[in-house]
């Protein structure tokens, strides 16, 4: 081996310095932008906030007062529930679609563009069409009179605002299972059905291919979706907010409450909330890549 | 063990004809090569029989019975793929055992069966690998025991030494041919390799642009194509335009030679000729009897165990091929003999 001449070495050292710099705007903007927020806001729920003459810091009452409370504890079954259901829904029916979406079936652009359709339509109207639909006296419950399959629309069963959330997961499921199907059918088309096929000529069931074969080779693509739908999913607000039941609310309905609420020291209550979220959905997070991390190290990819 | 027919098969992409007409009947326990050029049909073909694509028409039997509406998990066929298609999340040895798993196999009998295929392929150090960290050829290797090992009554092998050293090549060839006969199993491979399919091939099928040309014997093959495409694919150099006379005289540009009429069914007409190189002496004296051309060496290739002379005879430019004991000086005045059962005749309506 003979060393590298110094004129290589340098042009390294400018390339690297190169990298940097290109790298900089973005740092910064992560580490002004997200990172100080994020360390403001774990300061003012530990009772940081001179600016309302709030200044305890460091205070753990805000998180106790919230930990001790049983509705919080109420309300973090229901968003991860809310979250959970919409999120397994979506990846299920993602999954079938992106698997039927590589097989060849009459109008098959024409549906390519349809399915898509959800992604380019925001959440409120998402919402909307709900309540238009789904409410007491929305389309369906009328129609469902209309066909005399109930006497009047207001005896249409409860579908929005319980907590059941059918409304909530209903939008969730409705804008994203396009989301997981549009990744999973990426992954998929890389993937190829020549697998799949020397499967079967090896005597493989269609469950046995799709278990042993399919799922583990597009599991990257069902990870990355899941992750960010439920990212995404469980500190959304508006749909809870507005489909939901009531009392006891989701962590982010709650946060927001505290946040409006008349008396503004609240706020430190409320952005203790915000942290507990941001706590919660990161070691939810954080353990899910790490399973799929060991899994993929297992089957030898890293 | 399993007798395969193709009848009047067809099969097309949308408005694309891949194969327009197939009928072949490989005989249980035959070893059939498919020949071809690139796109002719060759992996299409073995999709029809191992029931991965429908024929547009036309049958596919195995033992006289229709397999139209037999599953793919059911056609008790093995096929190894052009592209392997080894399932990367898989070791060697899981994609190995795969076909036996799924059909319930013992588990003592699937060890058994597995240790055997591997130290056949010689895979065994390599058998906690996954597939991305193996080459192209200990990659194939894995396609082909994954197949062996479920003991397929039809096996189908997409170029499958396509990839291997020229050593490695040999051997496999050796193991493929050894184990079909050993088992009997009814085998068709994919080659676009002549030497390959002639070395191999009980027959072979050759195809050209989705059309079965020629189904013979390699020897046959090789010897009387039916067609001067066929023959210039089987590696043929000297074709030559030639008037043929009821007699069985061919007369081309650089004299007249005698057919034998024993195994040219002579026809008059327009015709070529076929002079196989290996069939020609080359003689540095002028010899007596017929079918003697008189030329010049032109041109010489060395191979090491054989030479090429190109030899210019009466305007026409003949290949001979010799085993290199002699080399003859280029420029040099030669005679060139050929045996009447050494040549072919293809007719121009053929
Ligand atoms: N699914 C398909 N849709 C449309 N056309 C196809 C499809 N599969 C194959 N073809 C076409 O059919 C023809 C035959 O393809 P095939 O794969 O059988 O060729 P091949 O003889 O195996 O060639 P090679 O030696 O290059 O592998 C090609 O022209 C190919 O483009
Ligand atoms: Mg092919």
């Known amino acids: 081996m003979t060393q590298p001449n110094t004129t290589e070495l340098a042009r390294h050292r400018r390339e690297r310095m190169m990298m940097w710099l290109q790298l900089t705007p973005v740092l910064l903007v992560l580490s002004v932008l997200f990172g100080g927020a994020l360390i403001l806001a774990v300061m003012q729920s530990l009772g940081f906030a001179p600016w309302f003459g709030v200044n305890t810091f460091p205070d753990f009452s805000y998180f106790g007062a919230?930990?001790?409370s049983w509705s919080f504890w109420q309300s973090l079954g229901l968003t991860l529930y809310y979250a959970i259901v919409s999120t397994v829904i979506a990846l299920v029916m993602g999954i079938f679609l992106a698997l039927a979406m590589v097989r060849m079936f009459p109008c098959k652009t024409l549906y390519k563009y349809l399915y898509k359709l959800p992604l380019m339509i925001p959440y409120t109207v998402g919402i909307a069409l709900a309540v238009i639909m789904l409410g007491n006296g929305g389309m369906i419950s009328r129609l469902s009179a209309f066909f005399g399959f109930i006497?009047?629309?207001?005896?249409?069963?409860?579908?929005?605002?319980?907590?059941?959330?059918?409304?909530?997961?209903?939008?969730?499921?409705?804008?994203?299972?396009?989301?997981?199907?549009?990744?999973?059918?990426?992954?998929l088309l890389g993937v190829g059905r020549e697998t799949e096929e020397a499967a079967s000529i090896l005597g493989a069931s269609k469950r046995q291919i799709f278990f042993q074969v399919t799922m583990p080779q597009i599991l990257p693509g069902i990870v990355s979706s899941t992750l960010i739908i439920f990212a995404f999913n469980i500190g959304a607000f508006?749909?809870?907010?507005?489909?939901?039941?009531?009392?006891?609310?989701?962590?982010?309905?709650?946060?927001w409450r505290y946040f409006n609420d008349a008396d503004y020291t609240l706020q430190l209550q409320g952005m203790a909330t915000v942290v507990s979220i941001a706590l919660i959905a990161s070691i939810i997070l954080y353990s899910y890549l790490a399973f799929y991390r060991r899994y993929e190290r297992r089957i030898g990819r890293n | 063990m399993t007798k395969v027919q193709l009848k009047g098969v067809r099969k097309d992409f949308g408005a694309f004809t891949a194969i327009s007409q197939i009928d072949l009947d490989i005989n249980s326990g035959e070893l059939v090569a498919l020949l071809g050029p690139s796109g002719c049909g060759k992996t299409t073909t073995l999709r029809m029989i191992a029931g991965l694509e429908v024929p547009t028409y036309g049958h596919i039997l195995f033992d006289d019975d229709d397999v139209s509406e037999v599953p793919v998990q059911d056609r008790q066929v093995g096929m190894v793929f052009q592209r392997y298609a080894l399932f990367p999340h898989m070791t060697v040895e899981?994609?190995?055992?795969?076909?036996?798993?799924?059909?319930?196999?013992?588990?003592?009998?699937?060890?058994?069966?597995?240790?055997?295929?591997?130290?056949?392929?010689?895979?065994?150090?390599?058998?906690?690998?996954?597939?991305?960290?193996?080459?192209?050829?200990?990659?194939?290797?894995?396609?082909?025991?994954?197949?062996?090992?479920t003991k397929p009554s039809v096996l189908m092998m997409d170029e499958p030494l396509a990839n291997l050293d020229t050593k490695l090549r040999g051997e496999m060839r050796r193991f493929i041919r050894e184990l079909q006969q050993r088992l009997g199993i009814t085998t068709i491979f994919v080659t676009h390799d002549q030497i390959e399919a002639m070395e191999l091939a009980d027959r072979v099928a050759v195809i050209f642009d989705g059309k079965l040309a020629q189904y013979d014997a390699p020897d046959a093959l090789y010897q009387r194509p039916n067609s001067v495409e066929i023959a210039d694919f089987m590696g043929a150099n000297n074709i030559f335009a030639a008037q043929i006379s009821a007699s069985g005289l061919a007369t081309a540009a650089f004299g007249t030679l005698q057919l034998d009429r024993d195994i040219v069914t002579v026809r008059e007409g327009a015709g070529r000729i076929l002079l196989r190189s290996e069939a020609i002496d080359l003689l540095l004296e002028e010899p007596d009897g017929e079918n003697v051309i008189e030329g010049t060496v032109e041109g010489r290739e060395f191979f090491g165990a054989t030479v090429n002379y190109?030899?210019?005879?009466?305007?026409?430019?003949?290949?001979?091929?010799?085993?290199?004991?002699?080399?003859?000086?280029?420029?040099?005045?030669?005679?060139?003999?050929?045996?009447?059962?050494?040549?072919w005749a293809i007719r121009d309506d053929a």
């Open chain 2, 310 to 343: 190109t030899v210019t005879c009466g305007g026409e430019i003949i290949t001979v091929n010799e085993q290199s004991r002699r080399l003859v000086e280029v420029g040099q005045k030669v005679w060139l003999r050929i045996e009447p059962r050494h040549i």
């Open chain 1, 238 to 255: 508006e749909a809870p907010f507005i489909l939901g039941g009531g009392f006891p609310d989701t962590l982010p309905v709650v946060a």
């Open chain 1, 66 to 68: 919230l930990w001790g």
């Open chain 1, 151 to 187: 006497g009047d629309p207001s005896e249409f069963p409860q579908i929005l605002k319980t907590h059941y959330g059918w409304g909530v997961i209903a939008v969730y499921v409705w804008k994203q299972t396009p989301f997981v199907t549009l990744t999973i059918y990426a992954v």
């Open chain 2, 94 to 149: 899981k994609n190995v055992m795969f076909g036996l798993k799924v059909r319930g196999t013992p588990k003592a009998e699937i060890e058994e069966r597995l240790e055997e295929i591997l130290d056949v392929v010689q895979l065994q150090q390599f058998r906690h690998r996954f597939p991305a960290q193996l080459s192209g050829g200990q990659m194939q290797r894995v396609a082909i025991a994954r197949t062996l090992i």
